[in-house]
């Protein structure tokens, strides 16, 4: 019988456990982001079985030049120059690939040109945004910007 008992105690405080550890778990980059110069925010949220990245503000929202909402016009595709930059989706198929981090591709609106990328939670503030084309990579620190 007291083995039974302690059976059940040894089941009880692992089903309690099992909260704690998930909780204790890898950061996620769910939140807006501010990028590194300050110039756009990103909200980053869950889709599918991976994260979305979208800017949602700009420190310079109006193009100086047209007087009207900055726009894509960096990007080589036509159909998608004239898109406004706050809305604009940056991250594809980044998926989890660590405790941490994420993989796929990301878009950079100031050359236009979408790059290998990887995301990894470096602080409960921080995040590390990295592109690569090739041999060649480069990144930056977002901020997490409120809770």
Known sequence: ?????????????????????HAQGAPEPVGVWQTQAGDA???????GGGICGVVVSLRDPIDPMTGKPQVDNKNPNPSL????????PLFSGMHPVAAGKWSGQIYNADDGGTYASSISVTGESTLRVEGCVGALCGGETWTRVGR
């Open 1 to 21: 019988m007291a083995c039974r008992f302690e059976f059940m105690i040894a089941i009880i405080a692992t089903v309690l456990a099992v909260p704690v550890a």
């Open 41 to 47: 925010r990103v909200k980053i949220s869950k889709c």
């Open 81 to 88: 120059s004239s898109r406004p930059i706050i809305g604009l």
